[in-house]
């Protein structure tokens, strides 16, 4: 797979619990991946989580285990782990309430970006986020500790071509290299009428407001994948 949008809803019904939703991409092992992970709120557990959603370039030389658990708990970089790539601290997620993400990823061009909505309400942009590291991979959707979360209308298109947003905010060398080879997409960003009715009916949704544990009490992480063929 190279390049791809991926899109999803997600709704969380839990209250009580804070912890992390999202989502993987460019998914090559369970110790070489990408992950977007979104916090309710700050929390020390293992090590320390800041509320906001983080992307990680996962390149683990331990694997699934103690040391690749506490990376991604971390909002930050731990070597020979998980490197962060962007952080957006300005808000957790709220339960009942449905969250729509948009992702674009070029990796013939390094280059990745991410949106969130809320309603037909653009919340979140992270503007081009630049890493060549891994150039396709499987999809997922990843939680940790989180539990009642309700997926909906996820998707992926295996796209050429580069959106105008981010085409517009890349360096000049790399403009160039799409205009020479994929060009510049003329699919539409996120609409609220493309989505399916449960989709939608998670939209109309209420508001409200603070786990899934191991045996020991602590947070337990998993992650499902799908191909792009």
Not at 20 to 42: D, E, I, L, R, T
Request: some cysteine; glycine content about 10%.
């Amino acid at each position: 797979m190279n390049d791809v949008d991926f899109e999803g809803t997600f709704f969380i019904e839990d209250t009580s619990d804070d912890d992390f939703v999202g989502f993987v991409f460019g998914y090559q092992s369970n110790a070489k991946f990408y992950v977007v992970a979104w916090k309710k709120g700050p929390q020390d557990w293992f090590n320390k989580a800041e509320r906001g959603i983080t992307l990680k370039l996962v390149d683990s030389a331990t694997g699934p285990g103690p040391a690749l658990r506490d990376a991604l708990w971390l909002t930050g970089t731990t070597p020979n782990q998980a490197t962060l790539l962007w952080h957006d601290g300005s808000i957790g997620w709220s339960p009942n309430v449905a969250y729509r993400w948009q992702l674009h990823h070029r990796p013939d061009i390094g280059t990745i970006r991410f949106y969130l909505y809320r309603g037909n309400n653009e919340v979140m942009d992270s503007g081009n986020i630049y890493d060549d590291s891994l150039k396709g991979g499987r999809l997922g959707l990843y939680c940790f500790s989180q539990e009642e979360i309700i997926w909906s209308n996820v998707k992926y298109t295996c796209e050429d071509g580069v959106p105008q947003e981010m085409f517009d905010d890349l360096p000049q060398n790399l403009k160039d290299q799409v205009l020479n080879t994929t060009g510049i997409s003329t699919r539409s960003l996120f609409t609220i009428g493309g989505m399916g009715a449960l989709d939608r009916s998670l939209f109309q949704e209420p508001e409200g407001e603070n786990g899934n544990r191991a045996s020991n009490g602590k947070p337990r992480m998993n992650w499902v994948q799908k191909p792009c063929n």
